[in-house]
């Protein structure tokens, strides 16, 4: 009896020593991870004397101040964001669309040339984006569309890219062929089985994929800088990158520059956080089924 | 009989007709937004082309002067494209695998809070990134060298030294690591526990089934990240150029922002094309060669 009490506690102790050192790593490494946003937050809260004259020593703002967020939005920054939300709009409906589109006529239509255009879709995947990025350069100049958002509108109704057409693809593929042949028995179109059956089922993944557009829009610097040319077509990531290498140089404006990141992280972080599981259910299909 | 072969036909026809319009977006996708610029860029890759000007000097001189005349420059930025690949594709695995392992301890309570507290910081936009690092590697008033002279350290130049540029990039993109957990994590999961179980009770050690369990079974992961990284990571862009200034240009020169100077900075639109075209035939060839690692890779019925 005294012996198998003896033998378990040692056990015991392991196991809590072991929880100790593991929760004093994962707050350490989420610390780590933070840290630079954390830097972000306290300096744009900071004001321009503090920026100034108190670096680096001082880490906290002596108040929260939202100065450097009141200029901000006072010089232009509401419209790059009506400009970004313009693109997101069409970008955020038209790539799920016509994806979940190209992903149904190739999962659940039997036609004949859908092997030849699924293998040419598939060989475009390896194409490095800047081997296509010059020439289309080339192309909207020539249409004059470097003056217009219009680059960054018109690709959102084209199919959003092999990747993600074949990603749903592989989602509605687990959709049992019974519901299917069961409408067309009752004599549904083609296009009602579409709107009806296939995308209320395949909602998780074109969520998933709605919310990717929606981050990869959002944050989207390539894109922008090669295409939009005019100050009046920017959007906030553009805008951003220009203003603090131009106008707002300088180290008075970096509360200015540390609020302006702030404002261009939070939203994929508050839509990460509100979607999160069905986030992480996608992120892990897609490395499962890729 | 011949009315139902004849409804048999018109109805593959239909299947037909119903099946192009609903890829339609991809047809004009492919024609008009990959392949006629493909054909767009092939073409001008063989001239002198500023878009303002018409094409002149028909020739090979884009592919061949990179190998010649412009070779210190070419080989620079491939050296530095092709340097950063490796460093941070190995050093990026072994960080986020021992960080899977780690999130990975079913005993541990609210490890699932920390999955997605690791991967929120990586929702940082890439021109933030730019900022945020500028600010906090500012030599004299960032955080940075402000924490490394409190632990006796002396001051690092971080990006504004041609000489420190590439390994800073190196250290801040260490920062972005969590998020690569989330899929790793799924891959671990999917491991069968009889396995794991079965070589406890052969009394093989931790070590011995993180080698001989654990990393094979990962190993569609592994190939998988493989191939994205090195994609990938030869095109870096825009965590590069966000932080490029005249100091440290010369090391962040990387490929595709090599590409983007010759075309936006220098107006030589034809070069650049050409240039990207070198890219592609890299990129298709180094596809290849990762491709015949697949006979390695062990798929679900093998386990």
């Known amino acids: 009896m005294d012996g198998q009490t003896q033998r378990k506690r040692p056990a015991f102790t392991m196991l809590t020593v072991q929880k100790i050192i593991s929760y004093f790593f994962l707050i350490f490494f989420t610390f780590f991870f933070f840290f630079p946003f954390f830097i972000m937050l306290f300096r744009s809260f900071m004001t321009s004397d503090e920026v100034l004259f108190d670096l680096p020593e001082r880490i906290f703002p002596s108040s929260l101040f939202l100065g450097a967020y009141k200029e901000l939005f006072s010089v232009k920054m509401i419209y790059f964001f009506k400009n970004t939300l313009v693109i997101l709009a069409f970008n955020v409906i038209g790539s799920p669309l016509t994806a979940s589109m190209c992903a149904f006529a190739f999962t659940k239509i039997n036609f004949k040339c859908r092997k030849f255009w699924f293998s040419l879709m598939m060989g475009t995947m390896m194409l490095p984006g800047i081997t296509l990025q010059i020439p289309m350069y080339i192309i909207y100049s020539m249409l004059g569309w470097t003056r217009t958002n219009l680059p960054l509108i018109v690709p959102a109704f084209l199919g959003g890219g092999a990747g993600s057409v074949f990603l749903i693809m592989q989602f509605m593929k687990g959709i049992p062929k019974d519901l299917h042949e069961a409408a067309i028995i009752d004599g549904a179109n083609t296009f009602y089985i579409y709107v009806r059956i296939v995308v209320p089922l395949a909602l998780p993944i074109i969520l998933y994929f709605a919310i990717g557009t929606f981050m990869g829009v959002w944050n989207d610097f390539m894109g922008p800088l090669m295409y939009l040319q005019k100050e009046r077509n920017w959007t906030v990531a553009l805008a951003v990158y220009n203003m603090f290498r131009g106008e707002f140089k300088g180290q008075q404006y970096w509360n200015m520059q540390m609020a302006s990141g702030v404002i261009l992280s939070l939203p994929c972080m508050v839509i990460f956080c509100l979607f999160q599981r069905q986030l992480i259910a996608g992120v892990t299909f897609s490395g499962i089924k890729i | 009989m011949l009315i139902n072969t004849q409804t048999k036909k018109w109805n593959a026809i239909k299947r037909e007709i119903v099946g192009h319009i609903f890829i339609l977006p991809l047809i004009v996708c492919l024609l008009g937004f990959t392949f006629f610029p493909m054909g767009v860029s092939l073409y001008y ?58 999130l990975n301890q079913k005993h541990i309570k609210g490890v699932r809070v920390f ?160 240039q990207s075209w070198l890219l592609f035939v890299i990129i298709a060839v180094l596809s290849v060669f990762m491709f015949k690692l697949n006979k390695f890779v062990l798929y679900g019925e093998d386990f």
């Open chain 2, 115 to 274: 999955r997605v507290l690791y991967y929120i910081p990586c929702l940082i936009p890439a021109v933030v990134g730019g900022l945020l690092w500028q600010n906090i590697t500012d030599p004299y008033y960032g955080v940075a060298n402000m924490l490394l002279g409190k632990l006796g350290i002396p001051p690092f130049d971080w990006f504004s030294s041609a000489d420190t540029a590439l390994v800073s990039l190196f250290i801040t993109s260490l920062f972005g690591v969590g998020g690569g957990t989330i899929i790793w994590i799924a891959q671990m999961n999917a491991i069968p526990e009889s396995l794991l179980e079965s070589a406890e009770v052969e009394g093989a050690g931790y070590f011995r089934k993180l080698f001989q369990i654990i990393l094979p079974c990962c190993s569609p992961m592994i190939f998988y990240s493989l191939i994205t990284g090195v994609i990938g990571g030869l095109q870096t862009f825009s965590s590069a150029f966000v932080l490029m200034n005249d100091a440290n240009a010369s090391s962040l020169n990387f490929f595709v922002v090599g590409i983007y100077t010759l075309a936006f900075g220098k107006n030589a639109f034809g070069y650049a094309c050409a």
């Open chain 2, 45 to 102: 890759s063989f001239f002198d082309y500023d878009i303002v000007s018409p094409p002149q000097n028909f020739g090979l001189q884009n592919y061949i002067n990179p190998f010649t005349l412009d070779w210190h420059g070419f080989s620079s930025s491939l050296a530095i494209t092709f340097l950063y690949t490796l460093v941070t594709l190995p050093l990026n695995f072994v960080m986020t695998f021992s960080m899977s392992l780690f």
